[in-house]
């Protein structure tokens, strides 16, 4: 279906001069059947409506957030049930803004929240451990032997004399800095979490679960006294600070920031209203481009409902884009209808005629839009390939609702007549020069040898600059605490205050060891693990580093009456045998029942991106070399060593992914146009936004990661239909032998104005993300704009430079 020259379409003010069987196959099916079209699509709409109000959700999974096929990650869900506490977890920690941990009533406060939480669904209670778990217990050498016990004593009755036994249990146990703050004013409540809901046999809910931590903590004790009374009812009101952090409260802090993030859509659609009315002055065709793009996001959460998805923290995203791309699309036809309209044409012959020159440009530019969003189906993390399924039917469905119902909607409305002939005469007035025209006839001089030579040179150095700084760009978070969440948010308040007052953080890498049964005692098992802790701990940004060889090395030199000689590993297996009963008593999570399984934690100080490719270069270095048929050492557990392996994946997609993107566009150029220099010209500036895009997030201070690594293949796909529709109407005017010059006029003035008002349009509804208090989509706004504009000033700049080298005569 070839793009059409404006000026070629005959002025039909009257329908019996129009032959109804002219154009393509699927003209005539669509345009013939308008009311089947119109009803089929009503029909549609109100179907997938229902299923998107009933069955819709909004949630986010642990399982969904990981690699799965990535080494690491295959090692740790294939060992998970041996490494209680290394996986999903959540760590509580309850102050006394007034006092110390030894007040009889903070004590009161921290039983009822540690029973709280250990009646709180999707929580593995056998592995809870705080003050007031008997799990939690200290052990000491005296001249009958080991002596231990729970540290909170059995007898603990709020007196003094309890509270000096506690104090002196919690020396003996070592737990200050890990279960204890440093300063004696709060406590931990380390809770780790199931992977199955035990009564539903669904994934844990992390919303509901973080609701509950609200209600039933911070609702409850943070402004209450012990027995849940309101703060005003009882003396000790503002004693308690409740912190939280962990992946499922981050999750929920998410999902409550995504409530708000649905005003932005609100206020997206506003500003697009606002600009394609400012644009046509036309009240009936601005409410049907708005009203199309707002079905086709009803039919995309439809489908996505539909076929069993739910929406997250990253695809509740898609929508907006889905519609900003809607009403793109949407003004490029309204536009053509209107110039059509306003010579005089019939509004249905009009719509038919912009249906003709526009729909190919349209089909290969939403097919660019899906393709930048399938290709993210490369990416081994479930949240990102979620993603680009959903995306991928929002684009697919605007096919129908923009391109197909939106022109039958218009063959009945038109468009006002006072719009039409405003359109009209304003184009009278650029062609004189005037007005706008002053900036189009700018456009026009990009042709000229002299402007193309200095704005490729221009480009060229942009490009050298670019990747120059681009080079620094880091993989991974920059950021302590969680960078999802704004530095100033709750969760990270509370990250802060847990780092600040406990010497060991969140941030645990572990290696499991993995041996026959009965090998995790070995003597030689052993010495390597306890080589590994060593040589770990040297490296920056580790902390400490804990595993059974500590626990066997205290045990040993505890049996000898504290001697610091035997503070080591013995040979002897008895020895090595007691030892691990011992520690087993104390610290069960040191190996597994079977001992086929001992990890060798590290804690981090954070999870940036050099700290995590520091602890990872050691310990697969060690793992390679020291690993055998009796011991393997495998990479990796716990948070950081999970965040290390996403880091891993998103490495190897990021030019993966953008080469892929890349060939699919220029396959999808090359069938448009038929010519290998249009598709270098269409190109050439998206590769330019893609390198100044990458230098826009070093400057940021921004590391590529799961939230940001879909932002270029989406600016890429989204961005070259504008050298699409662009290039479409300029190379169909040179091959009707305009000159260039001519041709990218005409091109401008038919199809260009809106180019740029769709740049404006799509950064308009995207920059309303900045504001948002979830910091990853603020960054999405901010390199999405970017992308948008620039894409924008690269088609509608270097595409007539590039032309006068490449496309002087139409090929």
């Known amino acids: 279906m070839a793009i059409q020259k404006l000026d070629s379409m005959p002025v039909i003010r009257e329908l019996k001069d129009f032959d109804a069987r002219s154009g393509s196959l699927l003209e005539r099916l669509i345009f013939n059947h308008r009311r089947l079209v119109i009803f089929a699509c ?102 009958e032997g080991f002596r231990g016990g729970p540290v909170m004593p059995d007898s603990y009755d709020g007196s003094v004399q309890g ?108 500003i697009a209203t606002a600009i394609i009315y400012a644009y046509t002055r036309c009240v009936r065709s601005t409410a049907l481009v708005v009203s199309c793009s707002a079905v086709a996001v009803a039919w995309q959460l439809g489908l996505v409902a539909l076929l069993g998805y739910a929406l997250d923290p990253f695809s509740i995203l898609v929508p907006f884009l889905v519609f900003a791309i809607g009403v793109s699309h949407g003004a490029q036809k309204m536009n053509g209808i209107m110039q059509d309209v306003g010579r005089g044409t019939h509004q249905l012959v009009a719509a038919r005629y912009t249906f003709r020159r526009l729909f190919l440009a349209g089909l290969t ?214 030892g691990a009963q011992q520690a087993s008593v104390n610290n069960p999570d040191l190996f597994n029942n079977e001992c086929t399984m001992m990890p060798v934690v590290a804690y981090l100080s954070d999870h940036k991106a050099a700290t995590l490719e520091r602890v990872v270069q050691v310990a697969d270095e060690f793992a390679r070399e020291h690993s055998t048929d009796e011991r393997q050492f495998l990479l990796a557990a716990g948070s950081a060593g999970i965040e290390a392996a996403t880091n891993i994946v998103v490495r190897e997609a990021n030019r993966t992914m953008l080469i892929y993107v890349y060939l699919a566009v220029i396959v999808l150029c090359f069938i448009t146009f038929r010519s290998w220099r249009a598709v270098v010209v269409a190109v050439v500036p998206l590769m330019l936004t893609s390198i100044l895009c990458e230098a826009l997030m070093v400057w940021l201070g921004m590391g590529v990661k799961v939230a940001t690594l879909p932002v270029i293949a989406l600016g890429v796909g989204i961005g070259v239909d504008y050298a699409l529709y662009l290039l479409s109407v300029q190379l169909a005017q040179q091959r009707d032998a305009l000159p260039l010059a001519q041709a990218y006029k005409n091109a401008v003035a038919f199809t260009g104005k809106v180019v740029a008002l769709i740049g404006v349009t799509l950064a308009a509804g995207v920059v309303t993300w900045a504001w948002s208090p979830i910091k990853f989509q603020a960054d999405m706004g901010i390199l999405l704009t970017f992308m948008f504009v620039w894409n924008m000033i690269g088609a509608l700049v270097l595409i007539p430079a590039l032309s006068h080298f490449l496309l002087r005569k139409a090929h």
């Open 365 to 578: 530019a939403l097919l660019a839009d899906a393709v930048g969003f399938a290709v993210l189906m490369l990416i081994d993390i479930p949240v990102i390939q979620d993603l680009a399924i959903t995306a991928s039917i929002g684009v697919a469905v605007l096919i129908f609702t923009n391109l197909v119902l939106l022109p039958v909607l218009l063959s009945y409305t038109g468009v006002s007549q006072a719009a039409a002939v405003r359109s009209l005469v304003e184009e009278g007035e650029e062609r004189r020069g005037r007005g706008l025209g002053a900036l189009w006839n700018l456009l026009d001089r990009f042709t000229e040898r002299r402007w193309a030579s200095v704005t490729v040179a221009v480009a060229a150095l942009l490009a050298i600059g670019g990747i120059a700084v681009s080079s620094q760009l880091q993989i991974g978070d920059l950021d302590p605490g969680a960078p999802e969440l704004r530095a100033d948010s709750r969760y990270n308040r509370d990250n802060a205050y847990i780092t600040e007052h406990y010497s060991l953080s969140s941030d645990l890498f572990a290696v499991m060891v993995k041996t026959p049964p009965e090998g995790c005692l070995k003597y030689q098992t052993l010495v390597e693990a306890d080589k590994l802790g060593w040589l770990l701990q040297q490296q920056p940004g580790v902390q400490a580093t804990v595993s059974l060889v500590d626990a066997v090395r205290q045990i040993t030199a505890g049996t000898y009456e504290g001697n610091p000689k035997w503070l080591t590993v013995a040979r002897n297996q008895d020895v090595l045998n007691y």
């Open 163 to 270: 509270a000096e036994q506690l104090r002196l249990n919690i020396a003996r146990a070592g737990i200050v800095g890990s279960l204890v703050g440093n300063d004696f004013q709060s406590s931990m409540i380390f809770v780790p979490l199931l992977d199955k809901d035990p009564v539903t046999g669904q994934s844990v809910d992390y919303h509901a679960f973080s609701r509950l931590l609200e209600e039933k903590l911070r609702g409850k004790f943070e402004y209450a006294g012990s027995n849940g009374q309101h703060a005003a009812d009882q003396e000790g009101t503002g004693k308690i600070k409740i912190r939280v952090i962990g992946f499922a409260k981050l999750v929920g802090d998410l999902i409550d920031g995504l409530m708000k993030v649905m005003l932005y859509f609100g206020v997206a659609a506003v």
């Open 42 to 143: 009503l029909l549609v709409t109100l179907v997938l409506s229902y299923f998107a109000a009933t069955r819709l959700e909004l949630n986010a999974s642990f399982e969904k957030m990981i690699p799965h096929n990535q080494p690491f990650i295959k090692n740790y869900l294939e060992n998970r049930h041996a490494l209680r506490g290394l996986g999903s977890s959540v760590r509580v920690v309850v102050e006394n803004i007034q006092g110390d941990i030894f007040d009889p009533h903070y004590l009161e406060v921290l039983k009822e929240v540690n029973d709280e939480l250990f009646l709180t669904p999707g929580v593995d209670r056998a592995w809870i451990k705080s003050l007031w778990t008997p799990a939690v217990r200290w052990t000491e050498v005296t001249e």
